[in-house]
């Protein structure tokens, strides 16, 4: 504990400025506990069933920042049911099990204020997850949470430790995404806006910030967007046509299949996008991106400014984002970029004060407009790549005689739109899986544009087989096989893949008996049916699988208990998990590689991928090991 409060002290507490607690309860029916750690006092205190206790330390520290993991829904509301004087049980079956808001359970919780933040990413995900994506231990409390009895001195030390362990994990979270608290307290002060707004979230900081005033209204001109003046398509025309079409205006439905510069699309409602599937190209590529796409848009053309009172604040927000942008000073730029990316998407949620379904509308349908409006005017003069949301990549036959006319293109249409355009150029090669997933290098400067899930950079909060995406990008960027970087590698973490228990499911079951049943249907039809039996019934939920050589292991399902036809549904094996496999959810930071690990099944797993980027392990392909070589040893590259 001591490390961690030096740790986090040191390197970011000075940086923040910010006094912190971070808490966390854990509620039985007879007993509750609280474990509090102040960073600044370097303090942990520990209060359980004393509720004069806990409102003293309230007390003392009311102005000061709570800090929570999901504690936005839970904890604070637990704080102030026993703060009230009500049982902290009924507080947490009432969020728990009847699933309603904390915060209607009694009027009396406003007597109370807490300056809340919540530690938890949204989209959200569990503490558990995370922790195991960091290599921690993840093993669950042997306490179960429906005891009904009061808890012994054994079970409240366990849970004690329980409880710290969280605090802990929830500040190692916060230190690894300490830019959305900066955010958050950057906008907070500059707007003046009172330590209350720093429990919200961004869309509802961003309301605020802009005066929302869309919360409870109703619109019925959801449909009744406008087709924006400087919209110049001729040959794709039909496109903008049929969201016009009154029989279209239904969310289920889109066009799809549409054919644009030779390559495949589907527009939507929520936005268009095309592109080569499974496709490798060698040569010139243009990255042609609309700077802040969405919300240069609504600044360009006033859009969704009808629920805003302020409107003058997003375009401070918005300019300053640019700005930054063009400065290339990412550390200023990173609060303007993630609130001015909050604002549009708000429009279609009724919950939010921003709440503007037409207008989301107006944005989502013209931007995806005007990129095929731009792709209309270049395809004479490049080959169409991939076409998404924000910007198109195309690939040059001759630079030197295409690019001034793509140039121009580009320039008039940004003159025209009132958009503005940034411009990468590649030497070199393309995988791409689908519009989501691609992979560009550029073999003369070695810079990398990189998207999807196999090829992202990951981090330590998202860190799920990183051995496969670091064999892929490998071999991508050097010719190197995946055998080559998989067998080097000696770090167990980094074959890791985290799976969780939902609570759609009872439980996970590891290694059980599958044999395969004779059976009749009900029109007396023979059929042969998986029958489980036997298997080890997990009492974790959150899980760190590695293949296995041991093949008298099995692998991990979930069990739903449903039944169907008067027999339990059979368990599902968890998606991306091998079917022998050993779990070790004890911290595996620094553990060596053993040698049950089964390597091949990564590097099988890695072709196998690498195949949906159009690569052929067996050279039949768009792209083997002895033409990537050759490509590179072009480019003056060693290959292996």
């Known amino acids: 504990m001591a490390g961690l409060f030096l740790l986090i002290h040191q390197k970011y507490i000075q940086k923040v400025g910010e006094k912190m607690i971070f808490y966390d309860f854990e509620v039985f029916a007879y007993d509750w506990l609280v474990v509090l750690i102040d960073l600044n006092a370097k303090e942990e205190t520990v209060i359980i069933n004393d509720p004069e206790k806990l409102s003293r330390f309230y007390e003392k520290h009311k102005g000061t920042i709570w800090a929570g993991y999901n504690s936005r829904h839970y904890d604070q509301f637990i704080l102030k049911g026993i703060l009230c004087g009500f049982n902290p049980k009924k507080v947490n079956d009432w969020i728990i099990l009847d699933d309603k808001p904390g915060y209607r359970f009694s009027s009396l919780f406003r007597n109370f204020p807490l300056i809340n933040y919540d530690v938890m990413p ?25 005891i009904d009895r009061p808890l012994t001195e054994e079970e409240l030390a366990e849970t004690v430790k329980y409880c710290r362990h969280d605090v802990s994990e929830t500040v190692e979270v916060w230190v690894r995404s300490i830019e959305e608290f900066n955010t958050t307290m950057f906008f907070v002060n500059h707007f003046h806006l009172g330590t209350g707004s720093i429990g919200k979230t961004k869309a509802q900081l961003a309301a605020e910030i802009l005066g929302g005033n869309g919360k409870g209204k109703s619109f019925d001109d959801e449909f009744d967007f406008p087709i924006l003046d400087c919209l110049r398509l001729k040959k794709y025309r039909f496109v903008a046509d049929w969201y016009k079409n009154p029989i279209n205006h239904n969310y289920g439905k889109a066009q799809e299949n549409i054919t644009v510069a030779g390559v495949p699309h589907t527009f939507a409602w929520g936005g268009g996008h095309g592109a080569i599937p499974k496709y490798h190209g060698h040569g010139i590529f243009l990255v042609i991106d609309v700077t802040a796409y969405y919300p240069s848009l609504q600044k360009q053309f006033k859009i969704g400014y009808r629920v805003m009172n302020h409107p003058e604040n997003f375009e401070f927000i918005h300019d300053s984002n640019i700005e930054f942008k063009r400065k290339g ?27 503007d379904p037409m207008s989301n509308n107006t944005i989502c349908i013209n931007g995806q407009l005007l990129l ?55 030497i070199g090669d393309i995988f791409q899986k689908d519009v989501n997933n691609y992979f560009l290098i550029d073999r003369e400067t070695g810079a990398i544009k990189a998207k999807g899930a196999y090829v992202k950079k990951l981090s330590d909060l998202d860190y799920d087989l990183p051995i496969v995406n670091r064999a892929i990008s490998e071999y991508f960027v050097h010719g190197k096989p995946p055998e080559e970087t998989i067998r080097a590698c000696d770090s167990l973490r980094d074959f890791q893949k985290v799976v969780k228990v939902s609570s759609k499911y009872e439980c996970a079951l590891y290694s059980p008996v599958i044999t395969m049943e004779k059976i009749r249907d009900a029109k007396g039809r023979s059929k042969s049916v998986k029958r489980f039996s036997g298997g080890e019934v997990q009492t974790d939920k959150t899980f760190r699988v590695f293949a296995s050589k041991d093949h008298s292991k099995g692998g991990l399902f979930k069990v739903s208990g449903k039944v169907v036809n008067g027999r339990k549904k059979n368990p599902e094996k968890f998606g991306n998990t091998p079917e022998h496999c050993f779990i070790i959810n004890d911290d595996v930071s620094s553990l060596p590689v053993p040698a049950e690990l089964d390597r091949q099944y990564y590097i099988q797993l890695a072709w196998k991928r690498l195949k949906d980027y159009g690569v052929d392990r067996e050279g039949g392909g768009d792209l083997n090991h002895a033409t990537f070589s050759r490509i590179c040893t072009d480019k003056g590259q060693t290959m292996p």
């Open 372 to 426: 095929l409006d731009l792709v209309e005017h270049l395809e004479p003069y490049c080959k169409l790549v991939q076409n998404n949301t924000d910007g198109i990549i195309v690939q040059l036959t001759d630079y030197d005689r295409d690019f001034e006319k793509i140039d121009d293109v580009v320039w008039e249409w940004e003159q025209r739109t009132g958009m503005k355009m940034d411009f990468d150029t590649f």
């Open 122 to 146: 949204n989209p959200p995900i569990s503490l558990k997850a995370l922790e195991a994506f960091m290599g921690h231990s993840i093993k669950e409390t042997t306490v179960p949470f429906d």
């Open 329 to 355: 000073d990412k550390k200023a730029r990173q609060p303007f970029k993630i609130m001015d990316n909050a604002i549009s998407g708000q429009m279609k949620q009724p919950q939010s004060a921003l709440y």
